[in-house]
Nanobody
Framework: VQLQASGGGPVQAGDSLRLSCAASGRTVSNNAMAWFRQAPGKEREFVAAISRRGDSIYYTDSVKGRFTISRDNAKSMVYLRMNSLKPEDTAVYFC?????????????????WGQGTLVTVSS
């Protein structure tokens, strides 16, 4: 599976962005997908995950109510809609493909990673 993330860029606090992840290769609709992020000087952390059918979704607490993960299996796409962005959301955002049908917060469950897209939020 190859993943290509896009949609990042510089924004102001309070703005919105939608990240996209295009998947190709094996049938990605059979597996969960997720977004992780890595802020400067910090370890990569979980952001959101979605099960293969989109009926089970998880978010890290800091983005609940502001971010929305979704997927379009017909297009092999996963999205992350980010509203009310804060400076602490500044990071490189990675999409990831799970080995399982259900989503999780564990990085070890994900076997394919995109190259990342940088989101910079200024105050």
């Amino acid at each position: 599976v190859q993943l290509q993330a896009s949609g990042g860029g510089p924004v102001q606090a309070g703005d919105s962005l939608r990240l996209s992840c295009a998947a190709s290769g094996r049938t990605v609709s059979n597996n969960a997908m997720a977004w992780f992020r890595q802020a400067p000087g910090k370890e990569r952390e979980f952001v959101a995950a979605i099960s293969r059918r989109g009926d089970s979704i998880y978010y890290t607490d800091s983005v609940k109510g502001r971010f929305t993960i979704s997927r379009d299996n017909a297009k092999s796409m996963v999205y992350l809609r980010m509203n009310s962005l804060k400076p602490e959301d500044t990071a490189v955002y990675f999409c990831a493909h799970s080995r399982f049908s259900y989503g999780s917060r564990r990085q070890g469950d994900y076997v394919a990673w995109g190259q990342g897209t940088l989101v910079t939020v200024s105050s």
